[in-house]
């Protein structure tokens, strides 16, 4: 080829390349989104009159349909400045949450939640990526066939005064959460709201994989941080 043809087909080449790399930075900076962390649902009008009575917050709590357990990780797309929110969510969930009341005081002594990792599924977008394969890459990564939960065991609190006329209240709560066999010290945030027969926990846990003793996932054209947001919505029970 002559250095005459050689030089405009060069150039065209780095301009396709170009191009595309624009065309891929668009791609992934606008055409992909997350949902909103999870947190409480706004009480519908029935439970807001039927507020938190004094007393009627404390017992046993179980755990109802329509609670949700996942993560939030960020992802690094390759060529990209800005980072992407992976979340995944499952339903799979169970657990008790006790709380007792000692004069106008009420603590909540004990909670025990399990979510159930197979189930996690993802819950964000990226256009023209199916982000189910991520899902197990997911699972391999946590081996969830050997280490099948998440398991999370507070350690006992007192709650906010508000707390028994059925307000929303946050509150630090200390315990121990084991993922992949590994167990350690963490707080979770949590808001609380008790409303009747009815209680709802929402919230999350800052957590970090190389403390579980677990690689972050390998992605095409990705890098996954190792920090991790666990997040939580828990419909309660009394029973």
């Known amino acids: ?37 999870l947190a409480l649902t706004s009480p519908s009008p029935t439970a807001s009159a039927s507020a938190t009575t004094a007393g009627s917050g404390a017992g046993t709590w179980k755990v109802a349909s329509g609670s949700l357990v996942g993560y939030r990780v960020k992802e690094q797309f390759a060529g990209q400045s800005s980072t992407h929110d992976a979340v995944a969510r499952t339903s799979g969930v169970t657990g008790t949450v006790t709380i007792t009341k000692s004069g106008d005081t009420y603590t909540m002594s004990t909670a025990k939640i399990t979510a159930q990792l197979a ?28 280490f099948p939960t998440a398991v999370f065991e507070a350690s006992s609190v007192e709650l ?23 167990t350690k010290d963490v707080t979770a945030t949590i808001q609380l709201r008790v409303t009747g027969s009815t209680a709802q ?39």
């Open 1 to 37: 080829m002559s250095r005459r043809i050689l030089i405009p087909a060069v150039a065209v080449a780095a301009l396709v390349v170009l191009g595309a790399a624009g065309a891929y930075a668009y791609f992934f900076s606008s055409l992909r989104s997350s949902p909103s962390s």
């Open 119 to 146: 189930g996690l599924a993802s819950v964000d977008t990226v256009a023209g990526y199916n982000v189910s394969q991520r899902d197990g890459i997911v699972q391999r990564t946590l081996d969830v066939s050997s």
């Open 160 to 182: 906010p005064p508000a707390t028994a006329s059925g307000q929303a209240v946050t509150v630090s709560v200390p315990g121990k959460l084991t993922v992949h066999g590994v």
């Open 201 to 239: 926990l929402a919230g999350s846990i800052q957590a970090s994989m190389a403390d579980y003793g677990i690689t972050p996932p390998q992605v095409p054209i990705t890098v996954v941080q190792p920090a991790v947001t666990i997040e939580f919505s828990i419909n309660l029970t009394q029973g």
